[in-house]
């Protein structure tokens, strides 16, 4: 398979579009659960320890210079040190693919209640791994397309409900202490993390990333999460905005124009099938990338057999309330702390990597 590469400014692209459907929809009613009306403090608070932990990503960046993360740590520390993590990494990558497609499966159940979820997948799946196989120059010009078409409906229903907001409804603050804020850091922390997928796809970059440019990306997905965890609280209010399973997309329905057009949700799907589209191509693609295998018949193989687990997972006849639970109680904290301990663990092998050259 010849080596495609994209620009920073796609994989920028890619990581917005991936991590969006996580931090603009999916933690938003977890989040609102654990901290409340304080829910945007502590995203304000795991922000200041993302932008310094930006500055670890971009070390362990400039010392592998490009080179395919694994095949680095391989050539390094041989493969005994390699293929635990890889294993790990891959386990991480099938599972938020799972909570990706769950999710949406159980999204578009409001929208078809009587299509089976296993069509519904099978239609995802198959798009999403033709997107996969096309390579990552696919997923690249793919979410050049759609993903600006997100962003101008986001900020079409930001000033249309502008009318609807009472940014008194922020306050009080902390009213119950510093411990909801500190417990509800885990789940903005969970996508913001993500940013690490920028070493997985970093042999592709065909230009150097700077740290300004590093920073630049997490404010914006610092603007993508908390703008409508924001947008939930001041529009339904702390407690009903609670109690909705996607805060993000009831904002749609406060949306009219004029007297005679409303009911605009339907463009809310829009959004949704853009962000699963995304993370999902790209959870896919990452797989065999990661695992260095060339071989293009090889490499699809993987990926349909790695997005048929995911679909037979999603499926499983699991309730809502029990799926939620493990996510939020689960998946997200353990993803957080996982990318977390990761990326200290690749600054220490850089070091030991340096360390090992100079002597």
């Known amino acids: 398979m010849t080596k495609q590469t994209i620009t920073l400014f796609q994989v920028s ?63 390094n520390f041989g493969k005994l040190s390699v293929y635990p993590i890889i294993f790990i990494v891959v386990i991480y990558l099938i599972t938020i693919g799972v909570v990706a497609l769950k999710e949406t499966l159980t999204f578009f159940s409001f929208y078809l209640p009587e299509t089976p979820h296993f069509v ?67 789940y903005p922390a969970a996508g913001f993390l993500e940013l690490i997928f920028i070493l997985f796809l970093q042999h592709h970059i065909c230009s150097k990333v700077k740290l300004y440019q590093l920073i630049a990306l997490g404010m914006v997905i610092i603007g993508i999460t908390i703008g409508p965890v924001m947008a939930a609280i001041i529009e339904f209010g702390p407690f009903v905005a609670a109690n909705q399973r996607y805060p993000a997309f009831e904002e749609w329905r406060l949306v009219s124009i004029g007297r005679y057009i409303e009911n605009l949700d339907f463009l809310s799907v829009y959004q949704w099938l853009v962000g699963i589209f995304i993370r999902l191509s790209l959870v896919v693609f990452l797989i065999p990338d990661l695992l260095s295998i060339t071989n293009q018949k ?62």
């Not at 922000?47 to 050539?75: A, D, Q, T, V």
């Not at 009213?175 to 417990?183: D, I, L, R, S, T």
């Not at 993803?335 to 850089?350: D, E, N, P």
Request: proline share 4%; charged share 10%; net charge positive.
């Open 13 to 75: 692209m890619i990581l917005i579009g991936s991590i969006g459907i996580i931090n603009h929809v999916i933690m938003i009613p977890m989040l609102l659960d654990t901290s409340g009306r304080d829910s945007w403090i502590s995203i304000i608070l795991v922000s200041i320890i993302y932008l310094i932990w930006i500055s670890l990503i971009f070390i362990i960046y400039r010392n592998i210079k490009n080179e395919h993360l694994f095949s680095w740590l391989k050539n």
């Open 120 to 186: 519904l997948g099978i239609l995802f799946s198959m798009i999403c791994l033709y997107n996969a196989t096309r390579g990552i120059q696919s997923i690249a010009l793919t979410t050049g397309v759609l993903l600006p078409i997100v962003f101008l409906l986001g900020f079409f229903v930001m000033f249309a409900n502008v009318p609807h907001k009472d940014y008194s409804l922020l306050q009080p603050m902390m009213e119950n202490g510093m411990k909801p804020v500190f417990k509800g850091m885990v």
């Open 298 to 359: 090889t490499r699809n193989g993987i990926m349909f057999a790695i997005l048929s687990c995911i679909l037979f997972i999603s499926i499983l006849p699991i309730s809502d309330s029990s799926f939620y639970w493990c996510v939020s109680q689960f998946i997200l904290p353990v993803s957080a702390l996982g990318l977390f301990l990761f990326s200290i663990l690749l600054i220490v092998f850089v070091w030991v990597a340096k360390f090992k050259k100079s002597s």
